[in-house]
DNA sequence: CCGACCTGTCACATGGTTGTAACATTGCGT
DNA sequence: ACGCAATGTTACAACCATGTGACAGGTCGG
């Protein structure tokens, strides 16, 4: 995070794809880590904590599509944006890998043009904020470091949606979102849910807040919810 | 729930598809237009100016491909969204599609479902949202952005309509409007509702700003409503 | 394989909003 | 002052948006 220059952790268990691949994304300014295996990449993982995983759909041992889930389940790297590579032919795989938390999918060959514009897409998409501050309004305090939630120092266990959503709401406070944009902003863009289901996580949110915080996030009738720290 | 009344254009050599894609749309509350070549949509784009564009990878004469380039370069088009339809199997193309200027991208066959929900999104991202400044007048403050009202720092409780009746009244002051076209504005076009509704609007609006501001929407017998600072 | 959890969706309950009508009041011309 | 028309005011039933609880499928860990 120090300098400009993201950081991508590459795992191909083929050393000379690894290589194109370094090559090609350093030329656009990128670092790159290298990594053969699941075991290796989630060591690179935790020593040097990437922005992005580009991450081969066959390996040996733990799969890439195993591989994925497993980071995504763990809170700390549940955010890293990962895209899955996959030889051709294997295109009927590209739901299951989306599915398991990827956030875009390649086919082999490609160039390296593609590449870097699919990855500045998904780095874009998912680096809306880097908000390493923990975030405080009344007694509630939500620390993206430990990726935890308190209401007066007792901690509030909520699922990740509403995890994402309090998040989104504390760092975009005041102002009004209709259901659609939640969803958008939220769920990621490409989901099709049904927009009822925002009143529903809204509902598990303001109940896990308890009633000390139930006002902070107000219904705004025939728009959406606001979260605001004034009365309504 | 949504009204958008946004206009798409849909540019595809195949009728079918075009209708399929139009009913789809229609259905969602959009309105649509039609083309089979790049010279009929650029007619149309001149004419309606839709607020979208679904085209078609292949047709006849100039590319789509082209085409966008073509309405990118121009200013008066350059924010036209576009959203690039292709045939399975033609997905090496992607990254030239969106270099082209392309929104979003999406391969056929797709659901009506997909399509909706990935051009609401394109239509979200693409819309100057947040310029919207709040009004002020007195101690009333109308603000669109966090979709509030206050008087004197007190919030005001008012209903969607009233939200909306304010709203305009705010951005068409002293003014006087007959009932027919404050339905026009604020209710839209092509209701019918009594005429004398818009009194009993206007009235639940003076009750909700309270006394302070009874006097900015003023009655102009035989004719309707006027919003001014001024006294009468 | 089971059980705990999370998620998305539904059906139903609830309460706010809306349009309309009926009645009260005001304004204006005579 | 009177009468008429326009507007103010209130009440209300239908409607609609949201709240709420339950459920099925899926995932993950044991």
Not at 38 to 59: F, R, T
Not at 73 to 85: C, Q
Not at 92 to 101: I, W
Not at 226 to 231: I, L, N
Request: proline share 5%.
């Amino acid at each position: 995070m120090s300098k400009s220059g993201k950081t991508v952790l590459i795992v191909d268990d083929e050393a000379p794809i690894r290589e194109m691949i370094a090559v090609a994304l350093e030329m656009a300014g990128y670092e790159c880590l290298e990594a053969a295996n699941a075991q290796d990449a989630h060591s690179h993982v935790v020593d040097h904590k990437p922005d992005m995983i580009l991450l081969d759909w066959m390996l040996p041992g733990t799969s890439g599509v195993e591989f994925a889930r497993r980071l995504k389940r763990e809170e700390l790297t549940a955010e890293l944006p990962i895209i899955m590579l996959t030889a051709k032919g294997e295109e009927d795989n590209k739901v299951q890998g989306l599915e398991a938390g990827a956030d875009d999918y390649i086919t082999k060959p490609f160039s390296p043009r593609e590449l870097v514009a699919r990855l500045k897409a998904v780095l874009r998409r998912t680096t809306p904020q880097g908000i390493e501050e923990p975030i405080e309004v009344g007694g509630l305090v939500l620390d993206p470091v430990c990726h935890r939630v308190t209401s007066f120092d007792v901690p509030v266990d909520i699922g990740p949606t509403e995890y994402r959503l309090l998040q989104f709401f504390m760092t975009h406070q005041e102002r009004a979102y209709s259901r659609a944009q939640l969803l958008d902003q939220v769920w990621g863009g490409n989901v099709y849910v049904e927009e009822r289901t925002v009143d529903v996580h809204i509902r598990r949110l303001r109940k896990a807040l308890g009633q000390a915080h139930e006002h902070l996030i107000q219904t705004v009738r025939g728009t959406g919810y606001r979260f605001s720290t004034k009365a309504s």
